[in-house]
């Protein structure tokens, strides 16, 4: 009989224990996070997620000690604007570490080349767009190619795995063109491809390609030209379900645009030369960032295509 209400109390314990931790565990989901306002007031500082290499957008200078970009200046200027008081720490990220290191809180705002789309704001949430991504062409200066219609027999290098080789496909079927694709294992492979003639032009990212030219041999041998076969924006990014943190960040972003200061920001990095080699990109505003700025939305990648 002892034994048998020995069991018993012990089943009632471990019932009343498992019941306490679920009512906790619920007492806990139900509170509500703190603010990241609140937590750069009480800490004092900001961590900045950047990257090490991403120019123009967000790269180091030397070993890593001070980290610039267009992306990470924006960063600077805005968090300046809402939190002027804060230190500012600069975290080093990578693109398969940025969603979960921003989700969790140990990054309050993200800084490097991040796409804003439907699956990512599913873990963070987004900024209003302060570029727009376009999958263009690299060519020779002097090769006259200007538009991707001037494809048609020739041969385009592009990197495997990358969106510019499905894009170069659907531009076959919708255009009804023919042309050869040589694929290169990385980006500065395809562009050699493109550098030795093998290419008559070189299909990524304008801001890749303006990065790749920028630090090439001959910079002034390049262009990039045609009209995009692809848009992407990009943003800012932090922790999703924090309104005030993203009205905060939205409002001194269309402050920028209203005064002209994010033109001034852009031309700093992708028209007049950048560290560290003082190289220009020359890319210049593409028509849809301009009509970001006049009237700026943060509309994911979904919705470009769609368009």
Not at 11 to 34: D, M, R
Not at 178 to 195: C, N, P, Q, V, Y
Request: hydrophobic residues 45%.
């Amino acid at each position: 009989m002892r034994s048998m209400f020995s069991l018993a109390w012990l089943a009632k314990s471990l019932s009343l224990v498992l019941a306490a931790g679920a009512l906790l565990a619920q007492a806990q989901t139900a509170a509500p996070a703190e603010g990241t306002l609140d937590k750069i007031r009480n800490t004092g500082k900001v961590v900045l997620g950047v990257r090490e290499a991403s120019p123009p957008m967000a790269y180091a200078l030397g070993a890593n000690e001070r980290f610039v970009g267009y992306h990470v200046e924006l960063c600077e200027r805005v968090l300046k604007d809402i939190a002027p008081k804060a230190r500012l720490e600069y975290m080093a990220l990578t693109a398969q570490n940025t969603l979960p290191l921003v989700s969790n809180g140990t990054v309050d705002i993200g800084c490097g080349p991040t796409t804003n789309n439907l699956a990512r704001q599913q873990q963070v949430a987004f900024a209003l767009t302060t570029y727009v991504s376009e999958v263009r062409m690299a060519v020779r200066a002097d090769s006259g190619i200007t538009s991707v219609a001037q494809l048609a027999g020739r041969s385009v290098a592009a990197t495997t795995g990358t969106t510019a080789v499905q894009l170069l496909r659907k531009l076959e079927r919708a255009q009804n063109l023919t042309f050869k694709t040589a694929l290169g294992k990385d980006h500065l492979e395809s562009f050699l491809i493109l550098e030795s003639g093998r290419a008559d032009a070189f299909v990524l990212d304008d801001n890749l390609l303006a990065g790749i030219i920028a630090n090439s041999k001959t910079p002034q041998a390049w262009r990039i030209v045609g009209e995009p076969l692809g848009s992407e924006p990009i943003a800012l990014l932090f922790r999703k379900d924090d309104p005030a943190f993203k009205a905060a960040v939205d409002g001194s972003i269309r402050a920028l645009m209203k005064s002209g200061e994010l033109e001034r920001l852009y031309a700093k990095w992708f028209l007049e030369p950048i560290p560290p080699r003082q190289t220009p990109l020359n890319l210049s505003m593409s028509a849809a960032l301009r009509q970001l700025i006049a009237n700026p939305n943060d509309l994911p990648l979904e919705s470009y295509a769609a368009r």
